[in-house]
Nanobody
Framework: VQLVESGGGSVQAGGSLRLSCAASTDTDNSHCMGWFRQAPGKDREGVAIIESDGYTRYADSVSGRFTISKDNAKNTLYLQMNSLKPEDTAMYYC?????????????????WGQGTQVTVSS
């Protein structure tokens, strides 16, 4: 399984970006998929998760500003990011779990993309 992110870039605070993650396999078969981010010197953290039934969960820091979605016809995962803040600056990673179990932490996901950089300036 290959995951390829795109859509990152540099924006000013208050701006928007949409990240995409193209999967090499049927995303309809995923148990869950998610977006994580990692800022320099910090641990990788979960941003948003979408489960196979469409249920979504968000980190408190992005709730109300970010929206995760999945288009199974295109095998693509998205993250719409609005009202961006400088503290959202990080490398963003797409991840997938195709076997089951928990869908919350880094160790719950076995497939990862290479990441796309998001930089938000004040």
């Amino acid at each position: 399984v290959q995951l390829v992110e795109s859509g990152g870039g540099s924006v000013q605070a208050g701006g928007s970006l949409r990240l995409s993650c193209a999967a090499s396999t049927d995303t309809d078969n995923s148990h869950c998929m998610g977006w994580f981010r990692q800022a320099p010197g910090k641990d990788r953290e979960g941003v948003a998760i979408i489960e196979s039934d469409g249920y979504t969960r968000y980190a408190d820091s992005v709730s109300g500003r970010f929206t995760i979605s999945k288009d199974n016809a295109k095998n693509t995962l998205y993250l719409q990011m609005n009202s961006l803040k400088p503290e959202d600056t990080a490398m963003y990673y797409c991840a997938a779990n195709f076997w089951g179990g928990y869908c919350q932490d880094v160790q719950d996901f076995g497939y990862w993309g290479q990441g796309t950089q998001v930089t938000v300036s004040s």
